[in-house]
């Protein structure tokens, strides 16, 4: 597709139940960034994957949060028993090139409320 | 954790002032970006700075690298109010070149 792609685009989920968020990035792109984004806020950092491979997952917050890029192109951020704390917009980030700032899109992200 | 202070946090201002935003942070980044973010989309990228001092324009909106790499601002020159919208600064680092974004300013231009 023309831009990263990221669905659904609202989510609404009851305290303890398990939410999966997807992220189609721009075909062909090597690099993708998961980022969670508080209201007014700057995003963090969550996990990097380079093709399939997850090279940093340092910002997962906790053990209830796992991403994976089985083929190297679709991604799912999951979140296992959502709590109140993890409602944010979880953005998704591609790049063509290995780690080149200059080329990152981002899409329009998921806005997760956790009630 | 942010590593990155913006200030202000919110500005308001008229249409047609000046306003300076400030990005500061007490690491050294191998470059800085700064994006835009309007409600309901991702963050779209304005400028990066790569060179200590380095001094970027874009039309209204001027791009000043500080030279010990660790602090930039943006000024933007007669507001308009297509400019409303969510500043954000972010440093470039790690060997995976994340980004490590700032706390953002929420700028609203009014009429």
């Known amino acids: 597709g023309a831009g990263v792609s990221q669905s659904p685009r609202y989510k609404v989920a009851k305290r303890g139940q398990d939410v999966a968020l997807r992220c189609d990035p721009i075909s062909g792109h090597v690099s993708l960034f998961w980022y969670q984004q508080a209201l007014g806020q700057g995003p963090e950092f969550l996990t990097y994957?380079?093709?399939?491979?997850?090279?940093?997952k340092s910002g997962l917050p906790s053990d209830r949060f796992f991403a994976e890029r089985p083929e190297g192109s679709v991604s799912t951020l999951k979140i296992q028993r959502t709590q109140q704390e993890d409602s944010a917009v979880y953005l998704c980030?591609?790049?063509?090139?290995?780690?080149?700032?200059?080329?990152?899109?981002f899409g329009s992200g998921t806005r997760l409320t956790v009630v | 954790t942010q590593l990155l202070e913006q200030s202000p946090q919110f500005l308001s201002i008229q249409e047609g002032e000046n306003l300076t935003v400030y990005c500061n942070s007490s690491?050294?980044?191998?470059?800085l970006q700064w994006y835009r973010q309007e409600p309901g989309e991702g963050p779209v990228l304005l400028v990066t700075?790569?060179?200590?001092?380095e001094v970027k324009k874009l039309k209204r909106l001027t791009f000043q690298f500080g030279d010990a790499r660790k602090d930039s601002s943006l000024h933007i020159t007669a507001a308009q109010t297509g400019d409303t919208g969510l500043y954000l600064c972010a440093g470039v680092g790690g060997a995976t070149n994340k980004l490590i974004f700032g706390t953002g300013t929420l700028l609203a231009v009014q009429p």
């Open positions: 690491s050294v980044f191998s470059s």
């Open positions: 994957f380079q093709n399939e491979a997850q090279l940093d």
């Open positions: 700075v790569v060179t200590g001092g």
């Open positions: 980030a591609s790049s063509l090139v290995w780690g080149h700032p200059d080329g990152y899109t």
